[in-house]
């Protein structure tokens, strides 16, 4: 009886036909692991070659053990590269590898954007936590629960994140799709209409405020491109508005901030201006957030 090697999923190139030719592109993979050393010698030969053509392989996140809407992850590899080019060359090299060693492998590309803004915000964070800065301390209460699930992390979500250990460094993983036009369930019917990026600001200047005091602030993002690698039926083949991966010095953080009053007050302007978050949480195996 002949063997048979588990069929390649096809590199779909045409999501970088109106990228410029000297633009970054980072390759974020989402991977569901079957067999661990075949992983890790992919991690290294993807590692390899990423660098020799000058890219950065800039997190890599053990993620909470439970699905989102149905999709299992182990880790989430973000790796950047020069050009769409060396992106594509990569991925198509080393293709054969991952998929052996990974029952599931969906792989997204976005346009980062730049790293001065982030290394803006990381101070703005230092800044706010010497000054205001909270410290949160003990074991928050876990009261909270979202009304909309679709944008918010799910009761299985949250259950599991509270059991994890407080004192470790948190990475959350948003991609977020707007709505075109926000939809306030409270809005007055002469109000006016906003865009859905647009209600979500106000979410973020509200939330942002709590994360920069607790000294945590995004610390990458970029527009979605599309999917390279991965089934129709992903939960990720969608159209995606932004990638945001936002880093808590510790997990409590981010349950202790959610149970705040004020953090609440934003809530609303996040359920109007999204309609839908693909959220995972986890921790860096890089330790480059920090």
């Known amino acids: 009886m002949k063997s048979t090697k588990p069929k390649v999923a096809a590199v779909n190139q045409d999501i970088f036909q109106n990228v410029a030719k000297i633009s970054p592109i980072a390759l974020i993979h989402h991977l569901q ?4 050393t075949a992983y890790n010698n992919w991690m290294r030969k993807s590692k390899d070659l990423l660098e020799s053509m000058a890219g950065n392989r800039f997190f890599n996140l053990s993620v ?11 880790e989430i590899v973000i790796d950047e590269y020069p050009s769409a080019e060396a992106a ?21 590309a976005i346009q980062p954007e730049a790293p001065l803004k982030f290394r803006i915000v990381r101070i703005a964070a230092w800044l706010m936590h010497l000054v205001k800065g ?33 004192d470790r460094p948190l990475l959350v993983y948003n991609l977020n799709k707007n709505r075109t036009v926000a939809l306030y369930q409270d809005a007055p019917p002469d109000s006016r209409p906003c865009s859905g990026e647009a209600a979500y ?15 945590a602030y995004p610390v990458y993002g970029g527009k979605p491109i599309g999917i390279l690698i991965g089934s129709a039926d992903s939960m990720l083949a969608d159209t ?14 981010l349950l202790a901030m959610i149970e705040g009053d004020e953090f609440k007050s934003g809530q609303r302007h996040r359920d109007a201006g999204l309609e839908r978050v693909a959220i995972f949480m986890g921790n860096d195996k890089t330790d480059n957030a920090t």
Request: hydrophobic fraction near 35%; aromatic fraction near 8%.
């Open 33 to 36: 692991i079957k067999d661990g």
């Open 88 to 108: 594509l060359k990569s991925a198509t090299a080393t293709q054969a590898e991952l998929m052996d060693s990974c029952k599931n492998v969906t792989i997204l």
């Open 240 to 253: 995606w508005s932004k990638f945001i991966l936002v880093y808590y010095p510790q997990r409590r953080n």
């Open 64 to 74: 909470d053990p439970v699905p989102r809407e149905g999709m299992y992850v182990d």
């Open 134 to 166: 909270i410290n949160d301390s003990g074991t928050p209460t876990a009261n909270w629960k979202a009304n909309n699930t679709a944008v918010w992390p799910d009761e299985q979500q949250m259950a599991v994140a509270r059991k994890q250990d407080l």
């Open 201 to 215: 600001e106000r979410y973020s200047k509200i939330a942002g405020s709590q994360l920069l005091r607790r000294g």
